[in-house]
């Protein structure tokens, strides 16, 4: 596909206005101004078959299954998108709310952000939430700073964090980050077990950071005993909340000892994910680390008035401009108000339900490392196919000519030709049943014909690329 410059005929134009106010020259200084812009010269109907085009080459969960393991890529109502759109909050301007007596003109949004931490605190057990940390990864490094100033401000002497060999990988990035030494401690059938924290558990740690249900789709079924031991050592248990998709309306965290808690709103609570876009990663915590918190706090008055409070001298400071990004979790805000109570719990069940439907229909053809009842995300291996030579890399290239996202391949490393899926509940049955076909067409054509399998993709614009050099060193071409 040539680039719109490619496509630029000189002298062509599109649409302008009929009577422009002032040259476009005018507004810029004059020793900023080219002799040339460099810009094509398009007709509007080159333009919109252009950008039309080249929309359809993207590839999003608007348009197909994306069935990515531990990333919750669930369909996101539109509904929420107009919300964001809204004059009242599109066009606020942030600072006003900072500005002496100017609060008053800006009390929604700050009810917004007051009533995002009381409801996410409802829906984890927490004692309260800032709304500021940035993403997923900036609540993790958000929380692991809470809990160091914590231990700082009670004179303790802690060095270590302890993280699972399942987690995720941010996790031991945002320990190390904020000055920790990172402890691994082995899963065993899939989970962690008591006697295998006592192995790592000593009076230096300063946190643990668990996923649960972790990823491989398995609920950490010692969880009470593990929380005691890591309270008796006066250290903080924190829960990564990348797969809260699994427990949320069912169980509330707090409840069950975590002492810190981020939320990735774009895999919970349906905000885009990501792709270097905008995310939201709020951070709650119990009682006794409330005053660790960021500034500034959203605070109510008994009027009923809202006001920014910056009085916490314990604090750690700053960890976002603003108040973290508002369009985000504004769209989380309407979200849970618009599913209620009910709705967030029959998302939780149907997420469930839809892995575990995958799970049993495709353990015939494949390998399911721990094959039982799984959360919303389960792993399957392709060391059956391994026999033909056909890895799980090969799988899930094939899986591109069937339309279909790939899955997450080769995580978590415990798990040898790991492919992990999560099909979440907003697909179809027909949806989950036309993947799962394909799956199985392609574990037959494995025996049958493993070349073809190995070829695959044969029906996009590349086939197999260096994955690593077209990510860090991309030529744009006109011939894609």
């Given at each position: 596909m ?38 094509p ?7 919109v ?10 590839f ?35 600072v ?13 949004a ?49 060095n ?33 077990t ?25 609920f950490?079924n ?10 008796e ?64 706090r ?11 409070d ?17 369009g ?5 805000y ?18 469930v ?45 094939a ?31 027909e ?12 574990a ?19 086939s ?17």
């Amino acid at each position: 596909m040539k680039t719109v410059f490619k496509k630029s005929v000189p002298g062509r134009e599109g649409v302008w206005p009929e009577k422009p106010k002032s040259k476009l020259e005018d507004f810029i200084p004059t020793d900023l101004l080219r002799e040339t812009s460099g810009m094509p010269s398009l007709s509007e109907l080159d333009v919109v078959r252009h950008f039309t085009k080249l929309s359809m080459k993207n590839f999003g969960v608007d348009s197909n299954f994306y069935p990515l393991g531990s990333c919750t890529m669930k369909y996101n109502p539109k509904f929420t998108e107009q919300v964001a759109a809204l004059p009242g909050f599109a066009r606020l301007h942030p600072v006003i709310s900072q500005l002496k007596g100017a609060g008053r003109h800006c009390q929604g949004a700050l009810e917004v952000i007051h009533e995002s931490e009381k409801m996410l605190s409802e829906l984890t057990g927490m004692a309260d939430f800032t709304m500021h940390p940035m993403a997923g990864a900036h609540g993790e490094l958000t929380g692991v700073m809470i809990i160091a100033a914590y231990h700082k401000d009670k004179g303790n002497k802690k060095n270590k964090i302890i993280c699972p060999d399942s987690a995720h990988g941010t996790n031991p990035a945002s320990a190390a980050i904020a000055g920790y030494d990172v402890v691994s401690v082995e899963s065993h059938d899939g989970i962690i077990t008591p006697e295998a924290l006592a192995e790592v558990l000593d009076d230096e740690v300063a946190a643990v950071m668990m996923t649960c249900p972790n990823t491989l789709g398995l609920f950490e079924n010692h969880l009470p005993e593990i929380v005691k031991m890591i309270h008796e050592k006066d250290a903080l248990l924190y829960y990564d909340g990348a797969n809260m998709n699994a427990i949320m309306g069912k169980m509330r965290v707090g409840d069950a000892g975590f002492d810190v808690v981020h939320l990735n709103l774009h895999k919970t609570l349906a905000t885009p994910h990501g792709g270097g876009g905008p995310g939201s990663g709020p951070v709650g915590v119990c009682e006794k680390l409330i005053p660790y918190l960021p500034i500034s706090r959203v605070k109510k008055l008994e009027d009923g008035q809202y006001y920014l409070d910056y009085d916490a001298p314990k604090s750690i400071g700053y960890v976002a401009p603003f108040y973290g990004n508002f369009g985000v979790y504004l769209k989380a805000y309407a979200y849970m108000l618009r599913l209620g109570r009910e709705g967030l719990i029959r998302a939780t069940e149907n997420a469930v339900l839809s892995a575990n439907y995958m799970r049993v229909r495709l353990e015939n053809d494949y390998e399911i490392p721990y094959n039982r009842i799984c959360m919303h995300e389960f792993v399957a291996s392709a060391v059956k196919q391994a026999k033909n030579g056909i890895r799980a890399l090969d799988v899930a290239k094939a899986l591109l000519d069937k339309g279909h996202h790939a899955p997450t391949i080769y995580f978590p490393l415990i798990v040898k030709e790991c492919m992990m899926f999560e099909p979440t509940e907003t697909e179809s049955k027909e949806t989950l049943d036309g993947f799962i076909d394909d799956m199985i067409e392609i574990a037959m054509l494995s025996d049958s014909d493993p070349d073809f399998i190995k070829n695959a993709p044969i029906t996009l614009s590349v086939s197999r690329l260096d994955e690593t050099k077209a990510a860090r060193d991309m030529v744009i071409t006109d011939d894609l």
